[in-house]
């Protein structure tokens, strides 16, 4: 009899102890971010240096709620959609970002579902400023970047959702002062490392995106 009732208990529990089937998904997504200015605490306060992009992504499900992701982003400085204030920095920014994250996620209903997750990449960047009257100083820099991030989305048809995430980052920007470089350089252009000095900041970085489950 003991044996008759311990079979049933230990399938149950091993049934129980079985992960789900891991499920991959891949993405299209598009966003912008900008910088916070210092001690700037109006409306346009997160729009210095305005980035604009795509990327794609994929993500891949691990024990329960937990997931890791990996995405290539491709931004350009612009300002949109509305113009630059007259105080932003004149400099031209092109930035290729590769991150990798970890997440949890969790359902609200059958169709939506959230997450927050952690991550860090590293930006390759293009930069360029107008010196002088007839004069650009160009660089390319590779830097560290880290994210913290929540998202939502929406399942719209059978393993495709819909959604939207929003992110802040900690990653490199620049502080570029023609007058004072004009008054410490006289008539010799500056080097790119003097201009392009990078130093941490924060910026905050809103995306759409589409996913489907392969």
């Not at 009732?5 to 891991?22: E, G, K, Q």
């Not at 306060?45 to 709620?65: I, K, Q, Y």
């Not at 590779?142 to 929540?150: A, L, R």
Request: net charge negative.
């Amino acid at each position: 009899m003991r044996n008759k009732v311990a079979f049933p208990l230990l399938l149950a529990a091993s049934l129980a102890a079985t992960p789900a089937a891991a499920e991959t998904d891949v993405g299209f997504r598009v966003g912008g971010y900008g910088f916070h200015r210092e001690g700037d605490t109006s409306a346009d306060a997160w729009t210095e240096c305005r980035m604009n992009g795509v990327g794609v992504f994929a993500s891949r499900d691990l024990r329960g709620p937990a997931f890791v992701e990996a995405g290539l982003d491709a931004y350009v400085s612009q300002a949109f959609p509305t113009p630059a204030p007259e105080g932003d920095l004149p400099i031209d920014r092109m930035s290729g970002l590769i991150s990798v994250a970890a997440g949890a996620r969790t359902n609200f209903g059958s169709r939506v579902r959230g997450y927050v997750q952690l991550g860090a990449g590293v930006e390759l960047t293009k930069v360029a400023v107008s010196y002088g009257e007839d004069r650009t100083v160009r660089d390319a820099k590779v830097m560290p970047e880290g994210f913290f991030g929540v998202g939502l989305d929406v399942r719209i048809a059978k393993d495709t959702y819909v959604g939207a995430s929003f992110r802040t980052l900690v990653m490199g920007n620049f502080d570029y002062d023609a007058d004072r470089l004009e008054m410490e350089s006289a008539w010799i252009t500056p080097q790119p490392e003097v201009v392009f000095d990078a130093s941490p900041d924060l910026a905050n970085q809103g995306q759409f995106y589409v996913r489907r489950n392969l």
